[in-house]
T-cell receptor
């Protein structure tokens, strides 16, 4: 199957700092990338949908100024958690989708904000 | 909305048994369904998908059944192995434009396979 690389896999940061997470489709061009958040023992919650070259579409309740998404190319999307606080600690997962195709997921990033 | 799933459904089976994981989906307009497997600390891994014009699809050791009348989806795993232990999620989507759009994930089921 298609490979999606997500980096870093684990990050610890101080409260008030910003953290950038990268999502790359390694062997295909992703027209759309998605960012999810997952709390322990819960399902995936979609945060935003990102199309290359255009602004991301955020789900209701997700602060676009806090979770900045950039999708500069067909193989790279980034999520920046700005001014992170302990309540932002979570497992963040990206997925990439080619045209009319399934979503392939990255391995996830565990964010711990102290 | 956010899934309130502090206690995910669980299924425990013996190695070699067949497993059936069920999922009820919510949107009658959904026309594409996927099963994902998620191991601890990892992202979801694609298992099998099915479109709404089908009611059954088979893969390697897995079969997905779709009942649109009652909005029910199931995943059958034959000869379950310890490596199948994971959380299994169903997801639904609607085809539109050039992509299948966003996925809505179900609650998830924890499958534990005992040797």
């Amino acid at each position: 199957g298609a490979v999606v690389s997500q980096h870093p896999s684990w990050v610890i940061c101080k409260s008030g700092t910003s953290v950038k997470i990268e999502c790359r489709s390694l062997d295909f061009q992703a027209t759309t990338m998605f960012w999810y958040r997952q709390f322990p023992k819960q399902s995936l919650m979609l945060m935003a949908t990102s199309n290359e070259g255009s602004k991301a579409t955020y789900e209701q309740g997700v602060e676009k100024d806090k979770f900045l998404i950039n999708h500069a190319s067909l193989t790279l999307s980034t999520l920046t958690v700005t001014s992170a606080h302990p309540e932002d600690s979570s497992f963040y997962i990206c997925s990439a989708q080619a045209v009319k195709n399934i979503q392939y997921f990255g391995a996830g990033t565990r964010l711990s904000v102290l | 909305g956010e899934s309130v799933g502090l206690h995910l459904p669980t299924l425990s089976v013996q190695e070699g048994d067949n497993s059936i994981i069920n999922c009820a989906y919510s949107n009658s307009a959904s026309d594409y369904f996927i099963w994902y497997k998620q191991e601890s600390g990892k992202g979801p891994q694609f298992i099998i998908d099915i479109r709404s014009n089908m009611d059954k699809r088979q893969g390697q050791r897995v079969t997905v059944l779709l009942n649109k009348t009652v909005k029910h989806l199931s995943l059958q795993i034959a000869a379950t192995q310890p490596g199948d232990s994971a959380v299994y999620f169903c997801a639904e989507a609607s085809a539109g434009g050039t992509s299948y759009g966003k996925l809505t994930f179900g609650q998830g089921t924890i499958l534990t396979v005992h040797p």
